[in-house]
């Protein structure tokens, strides 16, 4: 047999992104509201950063 | 006229789990490690090096650092450019790390796949072998992971962190954290078919897993062999997208969490049968032996939650951390996490069966005892675990220890201890050689003894090794 299973994780990839990316805009929008009112803030980074 | 059959030892030698990516690879050339960049991968690395993007994941601490250097110095035919990374003190594969470095290698590698979106490049592969440790945090070693985002094209890599990180970690997590195994036999991943199969049924009800794993599985039987068939045309995605499918795969990860409570070891450190002033003893005398011992790098091995790596640590050493049990190794983990301290590795390994070689030509993912680098063997409450518990000649573990390094610490524990009394408890004394004289003559083949001293207020015994120079007797495996 010769699968491909590249295929589906596209597809399926293009599917879920599209559900996911109107509530991430709005969320990173919130974000960046409470940003603006709070004043400058550290963004979020990596774990490693937090390290010393 | 003698001609010596002979051949030259070759003094370019690629690594043998470097070949898989066209863009470069990995040879030592006179023991140096180098990385060679192909012409193929030439306009990519261009526009990669001119645009400092590389440079700021190692400011960041997120990419093993390297220089450039004389594209002579290349192993193979139309190089490109040649590099010379960082060297890793221990390579290790993630079926040896715990449920946190598992984790930590994934949200590295997510906030990696991230940035390169911001900086308008991709990331093409999402291998967990593409990331090490180094001093105490994950790192990308595959400095050619990066190619110059095409408008449009989904990530290329999001199989690959499915199966490499997501579906391990759910397992971990939600079923039993030693399916961490399934990744040594699966070394593309594990399968997601297989990972939906295994997952409890409450997983369906978190939508990370739900489409990441679950669909994820159904849509590629689903597809699997229409592909050449109907040629598609490649379905598209926004950089938007793109970053909401990023940002949900992280939540998805680091909503995934494991408590290490109730494998067998992880509270040992608090339920052992040390006496206040045998414990304290045993700590002098450990530090003891380490600090005149010599080397750099100790092998901690039943390291539990890592008192005496600790102690090594402390004295300047850099430690690597193995115990069998996934409680303990995790709270050693998240204690070195905790404190900063980046030189000790806590891996979780079973000693009486250590990674064996693996994938092509079992060279590509190299057995741990072919990767040791230790000086000092730090043995303590161990060996009678191997000699009593899984029946292991003294003399078999005395070789072992004399392969890994050339000098080992190891604690003695009697018969009459009550922890090996209870080791004895259930079976027939069968081990009439396991006394203090007998562990002297079992290892006197391949060490010396240095020293020599009862732990205060216990029957037991700390020795400290020596190897002797030259192979020892009856070892047929010397490297």
Not at chain 2, 177 to 184: N, T
Not at chain 2, 372 to 395: E, F, K, M, Q, S
Request: a neutral charge; glycine letters at 6%; aromatic letters at 8%.
């Amino acid at each position: 047999m010769y699968l491909d299973p590249g295929s589906g994780s596209l597809i399926l990839q293009v599917l879920i992104a599209s559900i996911l990316a109107t509530p991430f805009l709005f969320r990173s929008q919130i974000r960046r509201l409470v940003r603006t009112m709070r004043g400058p803030e550290r963004p979020p980074e990596s774990p490693n950063e937090n390290r010393s | 006229m003698t001609k010596t059959s002979q051949r030259p030892v070759p003094y370019v030698a690629r690594d043998e789990g470097s070949f898989r990516d066209p863009s470069g690879f990995v040879y030592r050339r006179e023991g140096v490690l180098y990385r060679q960049i192909n012409e193929s991968y030439a306009p990519h690395w261009d526009r990669l090096a001119s645009s400092g993007f590389l440079d700021e994941l190692v400011r960041a601490g997120l990419l093993i650092p390297h220089e450039l250097v004389d594209v002579g110095l290349a192993a193979a035919p139309s190089p490109h450019a040649v590099i010379r990374p960082t060297e890793i003190d221990l390579v290790t594969y993630p079926y040896e790390w715990t449920f946190g470095e598992l984790r930590d290698a994934a949200l590295l590698t997510l906030d990696i796949a991230r940035r390169a979106l911001a900086a308008g490049f991709t990331l093409k592969d999402a291998s967990a072998y593409n990331i090490q440790f180094w001093n105490g945090r994950p790192v990308l070693i595959d400095t050619l992971s990066f190619e110059e985002a095409v408008p449009g094209q989904p990530w290329a890599a999001y199989r690959q962190y499915c199966e490499h990180f997501l579906a391990p970690l759910a397992l971990m997590a939600l079923r039993d954290v030693r399916l961490g195994l399934l990744l040594r036999d699966f070394l593309d991943g594990v399968p997601l078919d297989l990972a939906a199969h295994l997952l409890p049924a409450r997983s369906r009800l978190n939508f990370g897993l739900l489409s990441h794993v679950v669909l994820h599985a159904r849509a590629q039987t689903r597809y699997a062999g229409s592909a050449t068939a109907e040629r598609r045309r490649p379905p598209r995605m926004s950089p938007l997208q793109m970053a909401a499918l990023i940002d949900n795969l992280r939540s998805t990860t680091e909503h995934l969490t494991w408590e290490p409570v109730g494998t067998p070891w992880e509270s040992y450190a608090e339920n052992n049968t040390y006496a206040e002033q045998a414990a304290a003893d045993k700590d002098r005398l450990v530090r003891l032996a380490l600090q005149s011992s010599t080397g750099t790098v100790v092998w901690d091995l039943g390291a539990n939650t890592g008192r005496f790596s600790q102690i090594a640590a402390g004295l300047g050493r850099k430690v690597v951390a193995l115990d069998v049990d996934y409680g303990a190794s995790e709270r050693h983990y998240r204690t070195i996490k905790a404190t900063g301290e980046s030189s000790v590795l806590p891996l979780v390994i079973d000693v009486a069966n250590p990674s064996p070689g693996l994938g092509w030509g079992s060279r590509e993912r190299k057995p741990l005892l072919d990767r040791a680098n230790a000086d000092v063997v730090l043995a303590l409450a161990v060996v009678h675990h191997l000699a009593i518990g899984r029946n292991v000649p003294l003399g078999s573990i005395s070789e072992m220890f004399a392969k890994l390094a050339p000098e080992a610490i190891v604690e003695f524990v009697p018969k009459e201890d009550s922890m090996v009394q209870r080791l004895l408890a259930s079976r027939i004394d069968v081990f009439p050689d396991y006394t203090l004289a007998g562990f002297r003559s079992a290892f006197g083949g391949s060490f010396e003894i240095l020293s020599e001293h009862q732990i205060q207020g216990s029957l037991r015994t700390i020795l400290h090794l020596r190897r002797r120079t030259g192979p020892p007797s009856g070892l047929a495996a010397w490297r």
